[in-house]
């Protein structure tokens, strides 16, 4: 990915600033859409000089490419998370709270992953980090099915996992981009858990009183 900030803060106000113009920048995605961001109204938002915000991003795709990989990293960071506390639970469990952590992951930030989404796949060098993010999905999910594979009837955990990220991920979307839901909805994690123990041919009813 092309460089994504110019330099990183160091002190605490230097940091705070960056978060103003961050935070600012997803609100002007968010209401305006890309074509209609620009670093002024970025930094008009954020309460900072223009000449501020190029001391840490040189335009407003840096910006969003920045965005973007914090969205990335935070999503991330709570599969592993689930993953890891989940470690001698069944299947269904591993499910539940990986799908729990995920959407409240998604929920955390409302529609702007969904945005964000649809702008990067406009930019250059965006695809790449995109293409690692779900790819990282794909094989902590494969592992997690290796390890229960007496559990499942599937054939190819690479695949089986890459189905399933790609199915759990375009339903989010889809109800990000909605807007009259909310995913900590517990009813829609219940529709997710339908799809995902449907596939793999596992009890919903029973992963519902574990």
């Known amino acids: 990915m092309p460089e994504s900030q110019r330099k990183e803060p160091r002190q605490d106000r230097a940091r705070a600033t960056v978060e103003a113009i961050l935070e600012a920048a997803a609100q002007v995605l968010v209401a305006e859409g890309h074509a209609r961001l620009n670093t002024t109204k970025v930094a008009r938002r954020a309460g900072v000089s223009v000449g501020t915000l190029y001391q840490y991003f040189a335009d407003k795709d840096t910006l969003i490419r920045k ?43 409302g529609i702007l992953g969904a945005v964000l989404l649809t702008t990067v796949l406009e930019l250059d060098g965006c695809h790449a980090a995109m293409s690692e993010g779900l ?40 109800w990000l981009f909605d807007g009259s839901l909310h995913l900590d909805a517990p009813k829609l994690q219940e529709e997710l858990m339908r799809l995902t123990l449907g596939y793999l041919g596992l009890d919903h009813t029973e992963a519902r009183v574990r």
């Open 67 to 109: 965005l973007f990989e914090r969205h990335t990293e935070t999503v991330l960071a709570a599969m592993r998370e689930a993953a890891a506390s989940t470690v001698g639970s069944h299947l269904q469990t591993r499910i539940r709270v990986a799908l729990k952590a995920l959407l409240a992951a998604k929920a955390a930030e």
């Open 135 to 174: 790819a990282y999905s794909r094989n902590l999910l494969a592992s997690i099915l290796e390890e229960h594979r007496h559990e499942i009837d599937i054939e190819d955990a690479s695949l089986a996992a890459s189905t399933m990220v790609a199915a759990v991920d375009g339903v989010i979307n889809a």
